[in-house]
């Protein structure tokens, strides 16, 4: 699978993109111009993709805001999905996302040229790769692959289908927001061709004050499920030795910045964003212009496709060992009922028929990611002889074909 994702694809995705002139959220209808034309043409694509993939529009109708929306609009993500084939585990579902919007120097210029390119063509061009690469491949969880409007604007259709989707019951396990992942020239002219970021909270949006409370006594200040997504991803990176591989960043996103990943932690469901190592500013949400001998505009010379391929080949691997590992452990628990030297975790097991083991990890609390691991087999209960107030633990499924589970970090049992 990973094979199949070409340079030459990803670069065609973008320069279509780009051709639009402008995909700006408010811009006018036109045959060959505009957002409307631009979600025409993605839907065509992800549908000759192949049969097994479900395409729809997802219409959201967005009144004006008095802020980034001047006027009633239709804000319209398209969307494939490509059913899980396991009975099981078909009702997990994975994202990976990118929008197709694109703005200029002003959030408000509909009409101006907006060419988008790295901002965000790169990360769409991610998700229509895998949708091509996947669409007829073998999956046990659900995959879907969706290209977002609005984000510009006020990631206004991450923001719905996220909020609609969770009132629905669809269980969304995992979001892989892919914004600004194609250029790997910094400003300075250095380059970061084997690095890319990603940004995962570390306590979760929108929890209550008991569990912010529960999270604290527990030191669980870094171990969300978005954490525990970004690891299983650098993890993941890692042992194909992938060309591009994460740079963990623990801080939910840049700094005067937002993305579609953030729509997604609001209502409670783990999502992380891909960004290019050295972000150019010249080259993003500027109109394309010459002052003196610096060029502005988010053009797509600026896109590298080797770099770009290499981001999709981490996205893809990342999805398929979500999208194949068995669920992660539930009621996983620390059991503290007496004063002991040792740790005695226990969970329950995860209900695909494959599973074949489970993995306890753990680090010391000073650490970033896992770097300790035990099988224990079918057992969902251990004792280890490890002092539970020097090392935080987790514990991960896996299944006969070797694919993990992103670990489950534990509550406390008193």
Excluded: C
């Amino acid at each position: 699978m990973l094979s199949r994702v070409r340079p030459d694809s990803v670069r065609a995705h973008v320069d279509a993109l780009v051709a639009f002139g402008t995909r700006h959220t408010l811009s006018q209808d036109a045959p060959d111009r505009g957002i409307a034309a631009a979600r025409a043409w993605l839907a065509t694509q992800m549908t000759g993709y192949g049969s097994r993939l479900v395409v729809t529009l997802d219409r959201h109708p967005i009144a004006p805001d008095g802020r980034r929306i001047d006027r009633h609009v239709d804000v319209v993500n398209v969307v494939a999905t490509l059913p899980g084939s396991m009975p099981e585990a078909a009702g997990r579902h994975y994202y990976v996302i990118g929008h197709y919007d694109s703005r200029g120097s002003d959030p408000m210029d509909a009409n101006g040229d907006a060419p988008g390119a790295n901002d965000d063509a790169s990360g769409v061009a991610v998700v229509l790769e895998l949708a091509r690469v996947l669409a007829d491949v073998q999956l046990d969880a659900t995959v879907v692959f969706m290209a977002t409007a609005g984000e510009e604007q006020g990631l206004l259709g991450a923001r719905a289908h996220a909020q609609a989707a969770t009132a629905a019951g669809v269980d969304i396990r995992g979001v892989l927001s892919n914004d600004i992942v194609g250029d790997p020239t910094a400003p300075d002219g250095s380059r970061d061709d084997r690095t890319v970021r990603v940004f995962s909270e570390g306590i979760p949006s929108g929890i209550d004050d008991e569990t912010l409370q529960q999270i604290r006594s527990l030191s669980a200040t870094s171990d969300s499920p978005s954490r525990q997504l970004a690891r299983a991803v650098d993890l993941v990176g890692q042992w194909h030795a992938l060309g591009v591989v994460p740079r963990l960043v623990f801080r939910h996103d840049r700094f005067l910045r937002g993305g579609d990943h953030t729509a997604f932690n609001a209502v409670g469901v783990p999502a992380i964003r891909f960004t290019e190592v050295g972000e150019h500013y010249d080259r993003q949400h500027q109109d394309p212009r010459t002052e003196g001998e610096r060029q502005f505009g988010d053009l797509p010379q600026y896109v590298d496709a080797d770099y770009l391929a290499g981001v999709a080949r981490l996205n893809l691997a990342a999805l398929v060992h979500l999208a194949n590992a068995p669920s992660t452990p539930s009621h996983a628990e620390i059991v503290a009922t007496s004063l002991t030297t040792d740790t005695t975790l226990r969970w329950q097991a995860s209900p695909e028929p494959d599973v074949t083991g489970y993995e306890v990890v753990w680090r010391a609390t000073t650490d970033p990611t896992w770097g300790h691991v035990q099988d224990v087999g079918k057992h969902t209960q251990v004792t280890l002889p490890l002092h539970k107030d020097d090392w935080l633990f987790g514990i991960r499924a896996y299944d006969s074909d070797g694919y993990r589970s992103p670990a489950a970090f534990p509550d406390v049992v008193r």
